[in-house]
């Protein structure tokens, strides 16, 4: 059974304005070991995706229209909201892409540390060490020292200082290490990172590529890995699909998509990439013309499908 | 040669100690001795890890912050004791565009009253009339690729990336002359970056606008930038025309900088996991 199985899925958010269409027949396997890269347009809904996985978008407003995700052969659409609240920092590890959601500023990055472990040791003490009978301090310590040992293990040093500390008193390589150490602390078997690298430098940003990659090779999870940037993919992923307005239109292995691409829409992508090594004329973005073939290639792809 | 639209001379910059509330924090030096000087027209880049200074340097260009040492200067006058009409009209000639678009954007305000909001404050300035406003939002978000259809949602509607386009067309509402980019395109794909890229480099024609210009992404400033200064811990290490400084650095952090950049190549990527 895959890790994760998305079939079909369709969802569609309401505004004022009405309903409108954001994830359009979604098709994702996800198996244990594997890095999946997705990548593709900018409100393509990448994001809905990730946060549709751990059903975090508020039922107000997301209203999914058809097709199922099933985690480990567990139905998530369908499963009641405390099953959900477990899988959550426990078997599903999230690092979002909007930052207000990630870090409290004003909480102290150990009392966020040991609040995340103890969510995820209702479910499963063993992370901590414990059975579950323990006193309220057995648990916190057993919290506290479980946070210390993981952001020692991630290269965070002197970690039982720095948990007294606040958000805005780490660097931002600092802060996106906390950021997947939380999402890790419940020992996840599948880690969905959104974006994790975006504001980092390069050299931080391959640290925590390492990170991620060290964390595939010990535990086996499996990982959803959301970029706009192709170098990442190629450096870490192990897959990669390609979400152009609400649709996969490309998947496959790195080794095969990235070296030659199909659909006309993963070309452009490749063909956006500013280089630092050769000046560069000019970079094609998409245009009206462009536009159009990559919309005429997805008719095409879909009229196959439904003949 | 013309005179510098943007010339840094000798900056230091230090934070005060100060005591918090868990003890005093030292006194620490983020800044010493930068020497810049921004042709108007020019695109200048910087570039250096997370940490070594680069946001503390344009809050003393945007005179939000006090040089320790040495000053600013913007066309010639310096950017802080100005007194308040004169920090209005700076404000309006120099505009910064932020990595972050959702702090940056107001949520419970339309996209249509985010951008007029600008045009209240310095419509004056620029000639344009109240009736005219709703014309210009719409002639800004066209520039950066969004539509009629987006003028009265609210920021929490639109992708990160389209967030980051309406925060461009906000900068530029006011018409600006130099405009200050802190990883502009770090949250949007490949494509609409190239998009916004080429508009960048097509206003900068049109307009006559000068860069200062904020990446990690070393592509993205090669592709922009005519000069480029790397900045590690507080100093500049070197400076000069991005073609040269990118293909024969000739200091060790450069070439660390240069070599960790992921190629899209998976050929050349020993960590990636095979399929
Ligand atoms: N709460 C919401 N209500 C209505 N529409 C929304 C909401 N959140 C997102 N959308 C829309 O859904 C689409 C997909 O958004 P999503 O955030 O998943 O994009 P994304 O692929 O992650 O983009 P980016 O690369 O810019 O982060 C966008 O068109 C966006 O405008
Ligand atoms: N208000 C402050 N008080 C004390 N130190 C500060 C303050 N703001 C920044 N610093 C320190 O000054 C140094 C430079 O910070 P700055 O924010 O300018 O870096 P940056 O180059 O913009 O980094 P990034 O790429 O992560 O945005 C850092 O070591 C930071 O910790
Ligand atoms: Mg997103
Ligand atoms: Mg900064």
């Known amino acids: 059974m895959a890790l994760l199985d998305i079939s079909d899925l369709h969802l569609s958010m309401r505004s004022f304005e009405g309903e409108t269409p954001i994830l359009k027949g979604i098709d994702l396997t996800v198996e244990r070991g594997q890095i999946w890269g997705v990548v593709g347009e900018t409100g393509s809904g990448k994001s809905l995706t990730g946060l549709t996985i751990s059903r975090l978008l508020p039922n107000t407003t997301a209203r999914y229209t058809g097709g199922q995700v099933l985690f480990d052969g567990k139905d998530v659409l369908r499963a009641g909201e405390r099953d959900m609240r477990a899988l959550r920092g426990g078997r599903i590890g999230m690092i979002f892409q909007d930052p207000t959601t990630n870090l409290n500023p004003s909480f102290r990055i150990g009392t966020q540390m040991v609040d995340a472990a103890l969510h995820a040791a209702r479910d499963k003490p063993a992370i901590l060490g414990l059975t579950g009978r323990e006193s309220r301090r057995a648990r916190r310590r057993a919290a506290w020292q479980a946070s210390v040992a993981l952001l020692e293990s991630f290269g965070l040093h002197d970690a039982e200082d720095r948990m007294a500390r606040?958000?805005?008193?780490?660097?931002?390589?600092?802060?996106?290490?906390?950021?997947?150490?939380?999402?890790?602390?419940?020992?996840?078997?599948?880690?969905?990172?959104?974006?994790?690298?975006?504001a980092l430098d390069v050299s931080v940003q391959s640290q925590i590529l390492r990170l991620i990659h060290r964390l595939v090779e010990e535990r086996n999870i499996g990982v959803m890995f959301i970029t706009h940037n192709l170098g990442v993919v190629a450096q870490l992923c192990s897959h990669v699909a390609v979400m152009y307005r609400g649709r996969i239109v490309e998947r496959g292995p790195v080794s095969k998509v990235l070296k030659a691409p199909e659909h006309i829409y993963t070309r452009a992508l490749m063909d956006a990439i500013p280089t630092a090594r050769a000046q560069m004329d000019t970079l094609r973005g998409i245009d009206w013309p462009l536009r159009d073939r990559i919309e005429a290639e997805i008719a095409a792809t879909a009229k196959e499908v439904t003949a | 040669m013309s005179k510098p639209l943007l010339k840094i001379e000798g900056l230091g910059h230090v934070y005060g100690a100060r005591r918090g509330l868990f003890g005093t924090s030292p006194a620490f030096r983020a800044l010493t001795g930068i020497d810049i000087s921004v042709a108007r027209g020019e695109s200048f880049g910087l570039v250096g890890e997370s940490g070594s200074g680069k946001t503390t340097l344009t809050r003393n260009i945007l005179g939000l912050e006090r040089p320790s040492e040495g000053h600013v200067l913007f066309d010639g006058h310096p950017v802080i004791d100005l007194g308040r009409g004169g920090e209005r009209r700076l404000r309006r000639r120099m505009q910064i565009v932020f990595q972050d678009p959702q702090a940056s954007l107001d949520p419970r305000m339309t996209i249509h009253d985010t951008i007029a909001e600008a045009l209240v404050i310095h419509g004056p300035d620029l000639g344009i009339a109240r009736s005219g406003y709703t014309r210009r939002v719409l002639d800004l978000l066209e520039a950066v690729g969004l539509g009629r259809e987006h003028l009265y949602r609210h920021p929490h509607e639109f992708s990160g990336g389209q967030r980051q386009r309406i925060n461009i067309a906000r900068a530029l509402a006011v018409e600006p002359e130099l405009l200050i980019l802190d990883e502009p395109t770090s949250a949007l794909d490949v494509s609409v970056q190239a998009d916004i890229l080429n508009l960048l480099q097509r206003l900068q024609k049109e307009l006559g606008l000068t860069y200062f210009f904020i990446s990690?992404?070393?592509?993205?400033?090669?592709?922009?930038?005519?000069?480029?200064?790397?900045?590690?811990?507080?100093?500049?290490?070197?400076?000069?025309?991005?073609?040269?400084?990118?293909?024969?650095?000739?200091?060790?952090?450069?070439?660390?900088?240069?070599?960790?950049?992921?190629?899209?190549?998976?050929?050349?990527?020993?960590?990636?996991?095979?399929?």
């Open chain 1, 166 to 198: 606040f958000p805005h008193e780490f660097s931002g390589g600092m802060r996106q290490r906390v950021l997947i150490a939380m999402a890790m602390i419940g020992q996840p078997d599948l880690l969905i990172a959104d974006e994790p690298t975006t």
């Open chain 2, 216 to 275: 990690h992404d070393l592509g993205v400033i090669r592709y922009t930038c005519d000069r480029v200064a790397v900045i590690e811990r507080g100093r500049i290490v070197e400076q000069g025309p991005v073609a040269k400084i990118f293909d024969t650095p000739s200091q060790d952090y450069t070439r660390k900088l240069m070599d960790a950049i992921p190629d899209p190549d998976p050929d050349l990527s020993p960590l990636r996991r095979l399929a």
